[in-house]
């Protein structure tokens, strides 16, 4: 979600949260580090005004078609997903 919401160009912490919805903080700024440590973005600190943006790198952008079909894959099969979820839930109550 972090690398789709950066798609179309650099964005602060503040703008992902608010974008992807649902992530603390706390959690937002784990995943931004770990996607830094692994090449997938860069992080540009700024002193006027003061703050952080983060930007895909060439990396993160070549992982991006992947990201978009295994998307599509998700679109197209969580019907079938949801269905096998709840057979195996109730199965899992009955025994």
Same mark, same amino acid.
């Given at each position: 979600? &972090?690398?789709?919401?950066? $798609?179309?160009?650099?964005?602060?912490? &503040?703008?992902?949260?608010?974008?992807?919805?649902? &992530? @603390?903080?706390?959690?937002?700024?784990?995943?931004?580090? $770990?996607?830094?440590?692994?090449?997938?973005?860069? $992080?540009?600190?700024?002193?006027?005004?003061?703050? &952080?943006?983060?930007?895909?790198?060439?990396?993160?952008? @070549?992982?991006?078609?992947?990201?978009? !079909?295994? @998307?599509?894959? !998700?679109?197209?099969?969580?019907?079938?997903?949801?269905?096998?979820?709840?057979?195996?839930?109730?199965?899992? $109550?009955? @025994?």
């Amino acid at each position: 979600m &972090v690398l789709h919401a950066l $798609r179309d160009g650099p964005r602060r912490p &503040v703008e992902l949260r608010a974008t992807i919805g649902g &992530v @603390s903080t706390k959690v937002l700024l784990e995943t931004l580090q $770990r996607l830094n440590r692994d090449a997938l973005l860069r $992080r540009e600190a700024h002193d006027r005004p003061p703050g &952080v943006d983060y930007a895909l790198t060439e990396l993160g952008r @070549s992982l991006l078609p992947a990201l978009d !079909a295994l @998307s599509g894959w !998700a679109d197209e099969h969580g019907a079938e997903i949801a269905t096998a979820q709840e057979a195996a839930d109730g199965r899992d $109550r009955r @025994s």
